[in-house]
C-alpha cells in the first residue's frame, strides 16, 4: 500500500494526476490511498495529524505557499517521503533540489512518464529500512528504525528515544517490541535498546553512542554479547 498526496490548486491537473496513478497502481498490481488537496494550507492542516505519506505529487505555482516551500516544511519533519514537482514553466524546474526531489514534470505531463517516475520512486522506498509508525499526541508518525536509540517503559507510558527528538505515548513495552526488527533488544523489564547503536557492553549496562547508559538486568550480559555480536 502506498499513500499518495497529490497537491495543486487547479483542480482538472490534479484529478488527472489522480487517474493516472490509478492506473499505474493496476499496471503494477499495487494499493494506492490517494489524499488531494487544492492548496499547500490543507495540505498542512492535514499533516499535522497524519504524517505517514510515501509520495507527493506537488505542483510548484500554489497561491500562498508554493509547492517548493511546502516541500521545505515537509523535509524538516521526514526525509523518507519522495517529493515529485509538477510545474507549467520549465525555468521553475531547477528549484528546489535543496529539498532532495525525486524529479520535476513539466506540464502537460505524459502519462508513460509520470509512470515511470512512479516506479522510481516506489523502487527507492522498497529499499528503506524497517519503520515504526505510533500515535503520539493525535498525531501518526513513523519513526524509522535506524533513528530510534531506546525505548523507555515507565507506568502506562513509554518513550521513544530518537536521534532527534522523543515521542511519549500511551504503550506497553512489550506490545512495541512485537512491533520492531530483531534489532532491538530487551536488556531490562524497562528497556529496549537498538544493538545498532550500542558502543560497550559491562555486566551491569550497555552503553549507546549518543552517551545514555542504559541499566543491564542480571543474567543477560551473555544473550546481549551474542545478539550484539550477530547483528555486527
Known amino acids: 500500500m502506498y499513500t499518495i498526496a497529490i497537491c495543486d490548486d487547479i483542480n ?53 505557499i508554493s509547492g517548493i516551500e511546502l516541500a521545505k ?40 512518464k509520470l509512470m515511470e517516475v512512479l516506479s522510481k520512486a516506489a523502487r527507492k522506498l522498497s529499499v528503506e529500512p524497517p519503520s515504526l509508525v505510533i500515535v503520539c499526541n493525535g498525531e501518526t508518525v513513523k519513526i524509522l528504525e535506524p533513528d ?33 526488527s530483531s534489532d532491538f533488544y530487551q ?3 524497562s528497556y529496549l535498546v537498538s544493538l545498532k547503536h550500542i558502543r560497550k557492553i559491562s555486566r551491569t549496562a550497555v552503553w549507546l553512542d549518543c552517551g545514555a547508559e542504559i541499566p543491564l538486568a542480571r543474567g543477560k550480559y551473555d544473550d546481549v554479547n551474542r545478539a550484539f555480536i550477530a547483528r555486527n
Open 148 to 180: 530510534i536509540l531506546y525505548i523507555e517503559s515507565f507506568r502506562h507510558y513509554v518513550v521513544v528515544h530518537t536521534q532527534s527528538t522523543e515521542y511519549k505515548l500511551k504503550e506497553n513495552l512489550s506490545a512495541l517490541k512485537g512491533k520492531l
Open 73 to 112: 516544511q515537509i523535509r524538516s519533519m521526514d526525509h523518507r517521503v519522495e517529493i515529485i514537482f509538477t510545474t507549467s514553466h520549465f525555468e521553475l524546474s531547477g528549484e528546489g533540489y535543496e529539498v532532495d526531489a525525486l524529479h520535476y514534470l513539466i506540464k502537460p505531463i505524459a502519462e508513460t
Open 187 to 189: 536488556t531490562h523489564r
Open 12 to 64: 482538472k491537473d490534479t484529478q488527472y494526476l489522480a487517474s493516472v496513478v490509478q492506473s499505474w497502481a493496476q499496471e503494477q498490481k499495487v494499493s494506492v490511498n490517494i489524499e488531494m488537496f487544492p492548496s499547500a494550507e490543507s495540505f498542512l492542516f492535514h499533516y499535522e495529524e497524519k504524517k505517514d505519506y510515501d509520495i507527493l505529487l506537488l505542483d510548484v505555482e500554489m497561491k500562498n
